[in-house]
């Protein structure tokens, strides 16, 4: 699924096109997302000029100035920008429609993303509100998964991707950044010391700014607001590698599962 470096991708790519352009229209072919989309949204948009982009976790948020579309891009979805209009295709389900001709268009085969009214106060929003400090800012440290982990029996790789503990870290990065820090996925996240949760919060910082770099990620259907895929998969340490030599040791990545998830690691390199 797209996670926070595929969402900041799509954000960045977005800002220079859309920032101060109007909506002239809001289609809406499917509102049948994981949350509906609501029924009077064009109403609240039409008319209206996008004033600022921002993130939060994996959330889009626009800022309209009477309040904030939430845009959540699901499993395998996409929101891009094109120049010109194009027919719809299968799956693309919401366009926003600028004053220069040009859209922005949401598509999502699975249908597991969201396009919702977040208000003015998009912080209070019930799928933000309870959201852990970002990854990339100065709330996030060693110290706060330390605390937070004191007394959790939770796999460390479980526990990272709790939006409650650090909010945007997919399964991805995750095994990426556990693989950087030394630390086996399936560690109880309340048995690491201080020193190796310092290690991981700077692999994670990291493995997302390199991600970043490189446009996010091509695994399954992602791709940016310009419809081009991004390159980190072509960097992944452990990622989609089982049975593959370590890059460090030469050690085969073996793969397991935490939850429904494949989860990948180098049983030399990671304890």
């Given at each position: 699924?797209?996670?926070?470096?595929?969402?900041?991708?799509?954000?960045?790519?977005?800002?220079?096109h859309?920032?101060?352009?109007?909506?002239?229209?809001?289609?809406?072919?499917?509102a049948?997302l994981?949350?509906?989309?609501?029924?009077?949204?064009?109403a609240?948009?039409?008319?209206?000029?996008?004033?600022?982009?921002?993130?939060?976790?994996?959330y889009?948020?626009?800022?309209?100035?009477?309040?904030?579309?939430?845009?959540?891009?699901?499993?395998s979805g996409s929101?891009?920008?094109?120049?010109?209009p194009?027919?719809p295709?299968?799956?693309?389900?919401?366009?926003l429609?600028?004053?220069?001709?040009?859209l922005?268009?949401?598509t999502?085969p699975?249908?597991?993303?969201?396009?919702?009214?977040?208000?003015k106060?998009?912080?209070?929003?019930?799928?933000?509100r309870?959201?852990g400090?970002?990854?990339?800012?100065?709330g996030?440290?060693?110290?706060?998964?330390?605390?937070r982990?004191?007394?959790?029996?939770?796999?460390?790789?479980?526990?990272?991707?709790?939006?409650?503990?650090?909010?945007?870290?997919?399964?991805?990065?995750?095994?990426?950044?556990?693989?950087?820090?030394?630390?086996?996925?399936?560690?109880?996240?309340?048995?690491?010391?201080?020193p190796?949760?310092e290690?991981?919060?700077?692999?994670?910082?990291?493995?997302l700014e390199?991600?970043?770099?490189?446009?996010?990620?091509?695994?399954r259907?992602?791709?940016?607001s310009?419809?081009?895929?991004?390159?980190f998969q072509?960097e992944?340490?452990?990622?989609?590698?089982?049975g593959?030599?370590?890059?460090?040791?030469?050690?085969?990545?073996?793969a397991s599962?935490?939850?429904?998830?494949?989860?990948?690691?180098?049983?030399?390199?990671?304890?």
């Amino acid at each position: 699924m797209p996670e926070l470096p595929e969402v900041e991708t799509t954000r960045r790519g977005m800002l220079p096109h859309v920032v101060g352009r109007t909506v002239r229209r809001v289609v809406v072919r499917d509102a049948r997302l994981r949350w509906p989309v609501p029924a009077d949204l064009p109403a609240r948009l039409e008319g209206r000029r996008v004033e600022g982009i921002s993130r939060r976790g994996k959330y889009l948020l626009f800022d309209f100035g009477n309040g904030c579309l939430l845009v959540h891009l699901g499993m395998s979805g996409s929101l891009r920008f094109l120049a010109r209009p194009e027919l719809p295709r299968a799956h693309d389900h919401v366009d926003l429609e600028l004053d220069d001709r040009s859209l922005i268009r949401l598509t999502d085969p699975r249908r597991f993303g969201a396009m919702l009214w977040a208000g003015k106060r998009p912080e209070a929003h019930a799928l933000l509100r309870d959201l852990g400090p970002e990854p990339l800012g100065e709330g996030f440290s060693g110290r706060h998964l330390f605390n937070r982990s004191r007394g959790r029996s939770v796999a460390v790789k479980q526990f990272v991707m709790d939006a409650h503990t650090v909010t945007g870290i997919g399964n991805i990065y995750a095994s990426e950044a556990l693989f950087h820090a030394g630390i086996h996925p399936s560690r109880a996240a309340g048995r690491i010391a201080l020193p190796r949760y310092e290690r991981l919060a700077a692999a994670i910082r990291d493995t997302l700014e390199r991600a970043l770099a490189a446009g996010g990620s091509t695994l399954r259907d992602f791709v940016g607001s310009d419809g081009r895929p991004g390159y980190f998969q072509h960097e992944s340490a452990v990622y989609g590698r089982e049975g593959l030599a370590c890059r460090s040791c030469s050690t085969a990545i073996r793969a397991s599962r935490h939850g429904s998830r494949s989860t990948y690691f180098c049983p030399r390199c990671q304890h």
